[in-house]
Protein backbone atom coordinates (compact mmCIF):
# COMPACT_ATOMS: atom_id res chain seq x y z
CA UNK A 1 0.00 0.00 0.00
CA UNK A 2 1.29 3.18 -0.93
CA UNK A 3 1.79 6.12 1.72
CA UNK A 4 -0.91 8.97 1.43
CA UNK A 5 0.41 11.64 3.79
CA UNK A 6 1.78 14.23 1.77
CA UNK A 7 4.29 15.33 4.70
CA UNK A 8 5.34 11.61 5.01
CA UNK A 9 6.14 11.61 1.17
CA UNK A 10 7.48 15.02 1.06
CA UNK A 11 9.91 14.04 3.98
CA UNK A 12 11.25 10.76 2.18
CA UNK A 13 11.90 12.33 -0.92
CA UNK A 14 13.85 14.93 0.97
CA UNK A 15 15.60 12.41 3.04
CA UNK A 16 16.45 9.61 0.07
CA UNK A 17 17.78 12.76 -2.02
CA UNK A 18 20.25 13.99 0.83
CA UNK A 19 21.54 10.23 1.65
CA UNK A 20 22.44 9.51 -2.03
CA UNK A 21 24.31 10.81 -4.87
CA UNK A 22 21.14 11.34 -7.22
CA UNK A 23 19.56 14.06 -9.11
CA UNK A 24 16.26 15.08 -7.48
CA UNK A 25 14.40 14.28 -10.80
CA UNK A 26 15.88 10.50 -9.93
CA UNK A 27 14.38 10.52 -6.49
CA UNK A 28 11.22 12.07 -7.57
CA UNK A 29 10.91 9.61 -10.61
CA UNK A 30 11.15 6.80 -8.05
CA UNK A 31 8.34 7.91 -5.56
CA UNK A 32 6.07 8.87 -8.42
CA UNK A 33 3.61 6.24 -7.65
CA UNK A 34 3.34 7.90 -4.07
CA UNK A 35 3.08 11.17 -5.28
CA UNK A 36 0.49 9.97 -8.05
CA UNK A 37 -1.68 8.56 -5.41
CA UNK A 38 -2.31 11.48 -3.71
CA UNK A 39 -4.90 14.03 -4.67
CA UNK A 40 -4.11 17.29 -6.65
CA UNK A 41 -3.88 19.30 -3.04
CA UNK A 42 -1.54 16.69 -1.30
CA UNK A 43 0.33 16.57 -4.53
CA UNK A 44 0.51 20.54 -4.60
CA UNK A 45 1.64 20.34 -1.06
CA UNK A 46 3.96 17.99 -1.05
CA UNK A 47 5.83 19.54 -4.00
CA UNK A 48 5.70 22.96 -2.22
CA UNK A 49 7.20 21.17 1.00
CA UNK A 50 10.19 19.68 -1.27
CA UNK A 51 11.15 22.29 -3.43
CA UNK A 52 10.79 25.26 -0.54
CA UNK A 53 12.56 22.97 2.06
CA UNK A 54 15.27 22.65 -0.24
CA UNK A 55 15.29 26.51 -1.33
CA UNK A 56 15.08 27.75 1.91
CA UNK A 57 17.61 25.37 3.89
CA UNK A 58 20.49 27.73 4.80
CA UNK A 59 18.15 30.46 6.14
CA UNK A 60 15.48 27.70 8.11
CA UNK A 61 18.79 26.72 9.92
CA UNK A 62 19.93 30.54 10.38
CA UNK A 63 16.48 30.80 12.07
CA UNK A 64 16.64 27.30 13.94
CA UNK A 65 20.11 27.37 15.60
CA UNK A 66 19.30 29.76 18.10
CA UNK A 67 16.92 27.69 19.63
CA UNK A 68 18.67 24.44 19.46
CA UNK A 69 21.65 22.95 22.52
CA UNK A 70 22.99 20.98 19.57
CA UNK A 71 24.92 22.05 15.99
CA UNK A 72 21.57 21.39 13.68
CA UNK A 73 24.95 19.21 11.15
CA UNK A 74 25.45 16.93 13.97
CA UNK A 75 21.50 15.56 13.52
CA UNK A 76 20.36 12.62 11.92
CA UNK A 77 19.16 13.85 8.35
CA UNK A 78 15.50 12.48 8.57
CA UNK A 79 15.79 14.92 12.11
CA UNK A 80 17.28 17.43 10.33
CA UNK A 81 14.57 17.50 7.41
CA UNK A 82 11.86 17.07 9.84
CA UNK A 83 12.33 20.26 11.66
CA UNK A 84 13.73 22.20 8.10
CA UNK A 85 10.06 21.24 6.73
CA UNK A 86 8.04 21.93 9.90
CA UNK A 87 9.88 25.48 9.52
CA UNK A 88 8.93 26.00 6.07
CA UNK A 89 5.47 25.68 7.02
CA UNK A 90 5.69 28.23 9.80
CA UNK A 91 7.23 30.63 7.75
CA UNK A 92 5.92 30.71 4.32
CA UNK A 93 2.63 28.64 4.65
CA UNK A 94 0.37 30.96 6.11
CA UNK A 95 -2.30 28.51 5.75
CA UNK A 96 -1.33 25.92 7.67
CA UNK A 97 -1.53 26.01 11.53
CA UNK A 98 1.84 25.91 13.69
CA UNK A 99 0.57 23.17 15.47
CA UNK A 100 0.05 21.02 12.37
CA UNK A 101 3.67 21.97 11.09
CA UNK A 102 4.81 21.09 14.68
CA UNK A 103 3.08 17.93 15.61
CA UNK A 104 3.69 16.43 12.17
CA UNK A 105 7.28 16.83 12.10
CA UNK A 106 7.36 15.61 16.08
CA UNK A 107 5.14 12.51 15.02
CA UNK A 108 7.26 11.74 11.97
CA UNK A 109 10.83 12.28 14.73
CA UNK A 110 8.75 9.82 17.09
CA UNK A 111 8.16 6.88 14.70
CA UNK A 112 12.13 7.00 13.55
CA UNK A 113 13.92 7.73 16.45
CA UNK A 114 13.27 7.21 20.79
CA UNK A 115 11.14 9.68 22.75
CA UNK A 116 14.04 11.90 23.57
CA UNK A 117 14.44 12.59 20.03
CA UNK A 118 11.15 13.82 19.13
CA UNK A 119 10.52 15.71 22.19
CA UNK A 120 13.70 17.35 21.25
CA UNK A 121 12.36 18.52 18.02
CA UNK A 122 9.21 19.62 19.65
CA UNK A 123 11.24 21.85 22.16
CA UNK A 124 13.21 23.27 19.21
CA UNK A 125 10.69 23.88 17.07
CA UNK A 126 7.98 25.06 19.03
CA UNK A 127 10.75 27.91 20.53
CA UNK A 128 11.69 28.58 17.04
CA UNK A 129 8.13 28.94 15.57
CA UNK A 130 7.37 31.56 18.43
CA UNK A 131 10.58 33.50 18.14
CA UNK A 132 11.87 33.43 14.81
CA UNK A 133 11.21 36.83 14.14
CA UNK A 134 13.65 37.96 16.88
CA UNK A 135 16.61 37.01 14.95
CA UNK A 136 18.87 39.29 13.71
CA UNK A 137 20.04 38.70 10.61
CA UNK A 138 23.98 39.56 9.79
CA UNK A 139 24.21 43.18 9.07
CA UNK A 140 24.22 44.03 5.31
CA UNK A 141 26.87 46.87 5.99
CA UNK A 142 29.38 44.94 8.20
CA UNK A 143 29.07 41.77 6.82
CA UNK A 144 27.23 42.29 3.38
CA UNK A 145 28.47 38.38 1.72
CA UNK A 146 27.03 36.90 5.19
CA UNK A 147 23.63 38.57 4.63
CA UNK A 148 23.21 38.01 1.50
CA UNK A 149 24.02 34.31 2.15
CA UNK A 150 21.19 33.93 4.59
CA UNK A 151 18.37 36.44 3.42
CA UNK A 152 19.06 34.35 0.03
CA UNK A 153 19.52 31.32 0.94
CA UNK A 154 22.91 30.81 -0.63
CA UNK A 155 26.14 29.29 0.01
CA UNK A 156 28.18 31.72 1.06
CA UNK A 157 30.95 30.69 -1.21
CA UNK A 158 29.11 31.31 -4.25
CA UNK A 159 28.09 34.59 -2.85
CA UNK A 160 31.23 35.73 -2.44
CA UNK A 161 32.23 34.94 -6.12
CA UNK A 162 29.34 36.60 -7.67
CA UNK A 163 29.98 39.74 -4.71
CA UNK A 164 33.82 39.54 -6.34
CA UNK A 165 32.58 40.29 -9.76
CA UNK A 166 29.26 41.76 -9.66
CA UNK A 167 29.30 44.17 -6.66
CA UNK A 168 26.71 43.94 -3.54
CA UNK A 169 24.03 45.56 -5.28
CA UNK A 170 23.78 43.21 -8.62
CA UNK A 171 24.58 40.08 -6.47
CA UNK A 172 21.44 41.20 -4.36
Same mark, same amino acid.
Given at each position: MLPSNPRRIALDILLENSTTRRTLDAVMGEFSPSMDALSRRDRALANALIYGT???QGYLDYLMAPFSNRELSTLKPD??? !??RMAMFQVIFMDRIPV???VNTAVEAV???HHR?????VNAVLRKAATGYKKIKLPDA?? !?PDEYLAVTSSMPIALVRRWMGRFGFGRTE
Open positions: LRWILY !AMSAAGERGAAGFDK !A
